[in-house]
């Protein structure tokens, strides 16, 4: 059974840094391409970045690049989500998922 458990969430100011981590079970997590999400209140969830299985190549949303890095570890069995240079408007619920699988989620919010 595929699990994912989201961490590192929290209350930053704008501009600070958080680590998400999603830590993977049930699976071996390069086997595929997983992605992050967010939804943020009253909105839909929007793709903020994803990494593939193949080859490790990452896709980065208009709203997050160059300020988001994801990043897998395969002894880990672990995706991160590395955030820098936050802004209000990344406030919301982060989730990872593949195959129609998706954790819990964790709150950021970015707020002074």
């Known amino acids: 059974q595929l699990q994912f458990v989201e961490s590192g969430g929290g209350l930053v100011q704008p501009g600070g840094s958080l680590r998400l981590s999603c830590a993977a079970s049930g699976f071996t997590l390069n086997s595929y391409r997983i992605g992050w999400f967010r939804q943020a209140p009253g909105k839909e969830h929007e793709a903020v970045s994803c990494?593939?299985?193949?080859?490790?190549?990452?896709y980065y949303s208009d709203a997050v690049k160059g300020r988001f890095t994801i990043s897998r570890s395969n002894a880990k069995n672990t995706v991160y989500l590395q955030m820098t240079s936050l802004k209000p408007e990344d406030t919301g619920v982060y989730y990872c998922?593949?195959?129609?699988?998706w954790g819990q989620g964790t709150q950021v919010t970015v707020s002074s």
């Open positions: 998922s593949t195959q129609g699988t």
């Open positions: 990494i593939s299985d193949s080859d490790g190549s990452t």
